[in-house]
């Protein structure tokens, strides 16, 4: 069975720090790890992370990729209030039509 | 934005009636996805559809019934709801060889 533990559950902040999302998985036959970001309705994509793919940036979001070690982190510098939102990790296997497992979720909140 | 639309996207009901909620896409996708989200779980995979009448279980199918008679319709069916399933529902779609999901706005089921 698929695996994803997000860690912490929930994080408060102050307006500018730098935030570390972490993502821990177990999957048979990985294919990739995807980070999304909800705020109040649907998750939006944010990454995708695959074995020719271990590193991705855009803007101030940044997130790698540990195979060997099972682990992706998401990292957020200069928070803004805006980045408040639940982070969510989700791993897709090879071969398979089941779409993704997703991890619970960490809860961020950014204050001014 | 992703051409998914979920219908209704508010429903109170009670508990022992059926409901039927609806997911249309535009985009021609193959695969479609019923997850529910609840505080403490997460996303959760309900049930799939890998084409028109191929459907299959997902983590949390018990109570749930789906059906695809055409590439752009998933519905998912709650023969007789219960407390339980009070829940946020969100439909999601993928193209074939990509891993990366979108998902429509969410429909909140509330079961009295």
């Known amino acids: 069975e698929d695996k994803v533990v997000q860690s912490p559950l929930s994080l408060v902040v102050h307006e500018g720090d730098t935030v570390t999302l972490n993502c821990s998985y177990e999957?048979?036959?990985?294919?990739?790890l995807l980070w999304y970001k909800q705020e109040k309705k649907a998750p939006t994509f944010l990454f995708m992370l695959?074995?020719?793919?271990i590193e991705k940036k855009s803007g101030r979001l940044s997130s790698i990729l540990d195979k060997k070690e099972l682990f992706s982190i998401l990292n957020i510098t200069a928070t803004q209030t805006g980045d408040s939102a639940v982070y969510l990790c989700?791993?897709?296997?090879?071969?398979?039509?089941?779409?993704?497992?997703f991890g619970k979720g960490t809860h961020l909140i950014i204050q001014p | 934005d992703a051409g998914i639309t979920q219908s209704p996207r508010h429903k109170v009901t009670e508990t022992g009636t059926p409901v039927t909620l609806r997911c249309h896409q535009t985009?021609?996708?193959?695969?479609m996805y019923w997850y529910r989200q609840d505080p403490g779980h997460g996303l959760r995979l309900i049930h799939y559809?890998?084409?028109?009448?191929?459907?299959d279980k997902g983590e949390v199918s018990d109570g749930y019934s789906v059906s695809r008679s055409k590439t752009e319709d998933f519905l998912l069916t709650l023969e007789s709801a219960t407390s339980s399933q009070t829940s946020v529902y969100f439909c999601?779609?993928?193209?074939?060889?990509?891993?990366?999901?979108?998902f429509g706005e969410g429909s909140r089921l509330t079961v009295l």
């Open positions: 999601a779609i993928r193209a074939t060889g990509t891993g990366e999901l979108f």
């Open positions: 999957v048979t036959n990985f294919r990739s």
């Open positions: 695959t074995s020719s793919g």
């Open positions: 989700a791993v897709e296997a090879q071969g398979r039509a089941d779409g993704l497992t």
């Open positions: 985009e021609n996708h193959r695969y």
């Open positions: 559809s890998y084409g028109v009448k191929d459907t």
